[in-house]
């Protein structure tokens, strides 16, 4: 049974090291739009809110939370916690809990241009995607924190639309 009036994704939440060099990278690189932002968190000895609420140590501080908005597809909320003993590394892709956040773009080339004028390590050049994913080019990227990000493109659509019931969503025609 799905989930009772599903939408889609309306935001995405992740942690940075940095909240103001994360600000300049999404508006200033990405050119996302800044919404608003919420103070610090923090909870009094004794209270379990962080533990029950975030899965984090009840100690743990949230310095403020930002919201951006990134053209079309979902919002990001990021968060700057005050750093503890028990922080973790960002995870790469391979380790559970490796993730990255993909950003659909019209001219690949341009964008890769972009990220590299603005001293963004692009990791290797676009590649061209095989099988029910041909049609598509995509790079990977790391913002300034090590976080990763991937461009993807594919303006003609992917190999396995054309017969397919069901396709994915797609930024450029967000309402089909």
């Avoid at 080339?109 to 041909?134: C, F, M, Q, W, Y």
């Avoid at 396995?160 to 019931?165: I, Q």
């Amino acid at each position: 049974m799905p989930l009772p009036g599903l939408r889609g994704a309306e935001h995405i939440g992740f942690t940075v090291p940095d909240l103001d060099e994360a600000h300049r990278f999404f508006v200033d690189v990405i050119g996302c739009d800044f919404v608003y932002s919420l103070p610090a968190m923090r909870r009094d000895e004794g209270d379990d809110w962080m533990r029950e609420h975030l899965n984090v140590d009840p100690r743990s501080v949230v310095n403020e939370i930002r919201f951006y908005r990134c053209g079309f597809g979902p919002n990001f909320e990021v968060f700057e916690y005050a750093p503890t003993p028990s922080q973790r590394p960002e995870p790469l892709n391979s380790d559970i809990g490796g993730h990255h956040i993909a950003f659909y773009v019209d001219d690949l080339n341009a964008a890769v241009d972009h990220l590299r004028e603005s001293g963004i390590r692009v990791l290797g050049d676009p590649t061209a995607s095989r099988n029910a994913s041909e049609g598509q080019r995509w790079v990977y990227f790391l913002s300034p924190w090590g976080m990763q990000f991937e461009l993807v493109s594919y303006p003609a659509g992917k190999a396995y639309e054309r017969d397919a019931p069901v396709v994915l969503w797609h930024p450029a025609r967000p309402a089909e």
